[in-house]
């Protein structure tokens, strides 16, 4: 069984080379790139499923049906790890005879989180086709990947900074990437225990230790982080709550499945309005507090009571 790169799945996808596209990994970085390309190019072309709440079968049965009719299609099955079609050792010969004999006008694209041991049944019966490893980077493969990056996207990097990102970001590619899109190098201020965009991903991933540990460790230094931190943290949860609200959940990234475990509704609307009221009193507004650590504790407090 043999793998094959990133930018050689992009650029299949991209060109229309008709498969079955099998990716799995814990780098959602990568999937999520891959899944915005395809959408992107292919727009309403696109069939979107989820693999805990579809009849994968029927799903796979169409797309020879439809490549009959039309031109080119693609269908995109996500969560293919909690389908109980793929879990079903009694279906293992069709889908194993399905990749081996395809032959359809049309991109399957089947996504599967997480990791998958290399001797796996799984990747066994989807050998043959085309497979990726989204691998987490560590060490010197993300300081590469900062300055591919960058040159892909025409942005002037120094040393200096591609040492910075790494040491603020360490392997979250999604914060350093979204760093480099708005060529905003001046954020990429750190402490000891404290970053903007640590604070975003501890939330997100609602590990309460680490945010006491940055509350208990909050100083004067950090004063000038806590606006744009209060802007970061609201545009996270509203775009959390337009995801718990929405019917296509395909068209968000996959930070948002996994929040959307770990905080209601009826939170995510308390929170929004303890962040307003947080920006409110570091401005003198309504309110006589003035401490931005106080405030600051109060808003990660209230988040850390969650769940």
């Not at 540990?213 to 909050?218: E, G």
């Amino acid at each position: 069984m043999s793998t094959i790169s990133y930018d050689r799945i992009i650029d299949n996808l991209k060109d229309g080379v008709s498969g079955v596209y099998f990716i799995y990994g814990d780098e959602n970085y990568f999937i999520d790139s891959i899944i915005d390309v395809v959408k992107e190019k292919y727009r309403s072309n696109v069939s979107i499923f989820f693999g805990d709440d579809c009849d994968v079968r029927e799903v796979l049965n169409n797309v020879y049906q439809q490549s009959i009719f039309n031109d080119f299609s693609v269908v995109l099955i996500r969560n293919i790890e909690g389908s109980r079609f793929i879990n079903d050792k009694k279906n293992e010969d069709y889908i194993r005879s399905y990749v081996t004999n395809y032959r359809a006008n049309a991109i399957v694209l089947l996504v599967c989180g997480g990791n998958i041991k290399k001797d796996s049944n799984l990747l066994k019966l989807f050998d043959g086709t085309f497979i990726y490893n989204s691998r987490k980077m560590s060490g010197q493969s993300v300081k590469v990947f900062i300055r591919d990056y960058c040159r892909k996207n025409g942005v002037d990097v120094t040393n200096d900074i591609v040492d910075r990102l790494y040491n603020c970001y360490d392997n979250n590619l999604v914060l350093i990437t979204d760093i480099i899109d708005r060529n905003d190098f001046n954020a990429v201020s750190y402490f000891k225990d404290f970053n903007l965009f640590e604070v975003i991903s501890y939330v997100s991933a609602l590990r309460k230790q680490k945010l006491i540990n940055i509350v208990n460790s909050i100083n004067k230094q950090n004063k000038n982080d806590l606006f744009p931190l209060l802007t970061l943290l609201f545009n996270f949860f509203l775009k959390l709550l337009a995801y718990l609200n929405s019917y296509d959940k395909g068209s968000y990234q996959v930070f948002c499945h996994n929040a959307a475990t770990l905080y209601k509704n009826a939170d995510i609307l308390k929170i929004l309005d303890i962040i307003s009221y947080s920006d409110c009193s570091l401005k003198g507004i309504e309110s006589n507090i003035f401490d931005y650590g106080h405030v600051f504790k109060y808003l990660i407090g209230f988040i850390v009571s969650r769940g």
